[in-house]
């Protein structure tokens, strides 16, 4: 079964909810709620490999990531995970079910990281259990971008391994590529919060104006090639000195 085009929120939760108890490997918690009272979820898909912190979301108006990350719940459960990670597979409910990017206060979530002044990235980042993670990868869309895919890359704290390369690579493989890697900083943002705390952290943006199937399967072939990265350069169990000491032991691919 593929997800291929946007749910309601009620189907979706339920959905949700389905596929964590078919897996004994995943994990579902409702962490808090939104300003209208939606759950918001964290997944945990277990692993025995390196921490690994993934969102979507973030802004109602891009129903590509939420998509994506239940593809990847049911992939993960299925087939099992070596990384360990963790998961809010929709951060703004509210946003989702009105079609619009703030939350219901009329705020961009993606600016209140380090503010946390909203119940949304509250409720995520009181969740949050470990500080460890390797990096942080977060679904977004270009809703009116017409051209390509391309991701947002904060300063890498390892030049050696290009994971939002890696990421583009693997959707230009079938999809459109605009910009490739963007290299911003912004404060506020859920990217720029956590590349300070070292964790590698990407933005994926697939074309809003695609077809969504389209844009769902960008997210989830720049997850896989950023996940399936990670892994391999973590594969000697070295990543508690992945990102803490900056004495990396594996070579890049």
């Known amino acids: 079964m593929f997800y291929d085009e946007k749910m309601d929120f009620t189907s979706y939760s339920e959905e949700l909810e389905r596929l964590a108890g078919l897996y ?3 994990d579902l918690e409702v962490v808090g709620s939104s300003v209208e009272g939606r759950d918001i979820y964290r997944a945990h ?7 690994v912190l993934v969102t979507a979301g973030h802004h109602g108006n891009e129903p590509a990531g939420p ?3 239940l593809n990847y719940i049911r992939e993960a459960g299925e087939n099992g995970s070596t990384l360990d990670i963790t998961m809010y597979p929709m951060v703004n409910p509210d946003g989702y079910e009105a079609d619009q990017r703030e939350n219901a206060h009329g705020v961009d ?7 946390f002044k909203e119940p949304e990235t509250l409720a995520l980042i009181g969740s949050i259990d470990r500080e460890d993670y390797i990096a942080a990868l977060d679904m977004h869309e270009a809703p009116r971008s017409t051209k390509g895919f391309y991701v947002y890359e904060s300063t890498p704290i390892r030049e050696d391994i290009h994971l939002g390369q ?5 959707v230009g493989e079938k999809h459109p590529i605009s910009w490739g890697v963007v290299r911003r900083d912004r ?5 720029d919060f956590w590349a300070s705390r070292d964790a590698y ?3 994926f943006e697939p074309p809003g104006t695609f077809e969504i199937v389209d844009r769902i399967d960008m997210e989830l072939r720049a997850l896989h090639a950023s996940l399936d990265l990670l892994e391999e350069t973590t594969a000697d169990g070295s990543w508690d000195t992945y990102v803490a000491s900056g004495d990396y032991v594996v070579a890049a691919p």
Do not use: E, K, S
């Open 187 to 191: 404060p506020g943002c859920f990217r």
């Open 24 to 26: 004994d490997n995943v």
């Open 67 to 69: 998509m994506a990350a």
């Open 166 to 170: 890696t990421a583009v690579d693997a």
């Open 201 to 203: 952290a990407v933005t």
């Open 109 to 115: 979530l993606n600016r209140d990281y380090g503010f």
């Open 45 to 51: 898909i277990h692993g025995d490999g390196a921490p």
